[in-house]
């Protein structure tokens, strides 16, 4: 079976380091997605892609967190400098927006805890 | 601002009894989504909704969807421990932006 794939699944750092996680995407899915998931506040999309071209980056605190897709197979969501708040699972999901409406597929996340 | 509710966040049930978790959302959609959540594990796509009247089954759990009523139910008939997890619903905002219910954590007991 085709699977979103995210790494690393465990970081644990210090606060003011910098955080690059991963993802690639199922071949072929034209929309990729960036989750947080916390037990206060639940999923919450921090942003997403389209055909690579970012479309809303609007759940994302813009000072800290960026979000890129290089290429139609790795996208990545970066922290700098990452504070204690943020740790969190991050979630990749992938997806494909035409006929169908298949849902999205979730990678199996990215831990995240800030010291 | 689309806003989605599940209800109840937390059903502890026995096995073999029946039950249903409800997800309401505020603004016009006619697509959506539940998922399950295992503990520590990623999200497991379950059922898509996309039109009125939309009813799907897939073994002791029956989805539904009322876009009037702006509401999704998650039935389960017969529960075994198995169907233990976390559900969620999600609502598409357009465009796939989705947004998600605060989940149903469901635990059943011997």
């Known amino acids: 079976d085709a699977r979103v794939t995210q790494t690393p699944r465990h970081k644990v750092t210090e606060m003011g380091q910098e955080v690059t996680m991963r993802c690639q995407p199922i071949?072929?899915?034209?929309?990729v997605f960036w989750y947080r998931q916390t037990m206060m506040q639940g999923l919450e999309l921090l942003a997403y892609?389209?055909?690579?071209?970012?479309?809303?980056d609007s759940g994302m605190p813009k000072d800290r967190f960026s979000a890129e897709m290089p290429d139609a197979t790795l996208a990545t969501l970066k922290i700098q400098p990452s504070e204690p708040r943020d740790s969190a699972v991050y979630f990749c999901?992938?997806?494909?927006?035409?006929?169908?409406?298949?849902?999205?597929?979730f990678g199996d996340g990215t831990r995240l805890s800030i010291l | 601002e689309l806003k989605v509710e599940q209800n109840p966040l937390f059903l502890s049930m026995q096995e073999g009894k029946n039950y249903t978790i409800y997800c309401n959302y505020s603004?016009?959609?006619?697509?959506l989504y539940w998922y399950r959540q295992d503990p520590g594990k990623s999200l497991e796509s379950l059922f898509v909704?996309?039109?009125?009247?939309a009813v799907k089954q897939e073994g002791r759990l029956m989805a539904s969807l009322d876009t009037k009523a702006r509401l999704s139910t998650l039935h389960i008939t017969a529960a075994v421990h198995d169907l233990s997890a976390t559900y969620f619903c999600?609502?598409?905002?357009?465009?796939?932006?989705?947004?998600f219910g605060q989940g149903t954590r469901l635990t059943i007991n011997p």
């Open positions: 999600a609502v598409d905002g357009g465009a796939q932006k989705l947004v």
């Open positions: 603004t016009t959609s006619d697509r």
């Open positions: 909704l996309l039109s009125n009247g």
């Open positions: 999901a992938s997806g494909f927006l035409g006929p169908g409406n298949q849902p999205q597929h």
């Open positions: 071949l072929g899915h034209n929309t």
């Open positions: 892609f389209r055909n690579r071209a970012p479309l809303d």
